[in-house]
């Protein structure tokens, strides 16, 4: 399974974030659709930067050690 760079992945949100909130202030005049797009669009971002959160914290938790590897396979597959 291929590694995941959080930290990028969130950064690249972040940004995303910024454009977005920086679009909805562009377009505050225009039709009430394509606020609603801008504003669900930036929803999905916060809620992707909150799995993100969620993933990284529950990686910087030690996972628990098996004395032997016959429980370490079990646990781990």
Not at 22 to 38: H, I, P, Q, R, V
Request: glycine share 2%; hydrophobic share 35%.
């Amino acid at each position: 399974m291929p590694t995941v760079n959080l930290d990028l992945q969130l950064k690249f949100l972040i940004e995303l974030e910024t454009a977005l909130e920086d679009a909805l202030t562009k377009y505050s005049g225009e039709g009430a659709e394509k606020l609603a797009e801008l504003n669900y669009m930036r929803k999905e971002v916060l809620r992707a930067k909150r799995v993100i959160a969620e993933r990284r914290a529950s990686e910087a938790k030690p996972r628990r050690q098996y004395s032997t590897p016959e429980y370490q396979e079990v646990a781990y597959s």
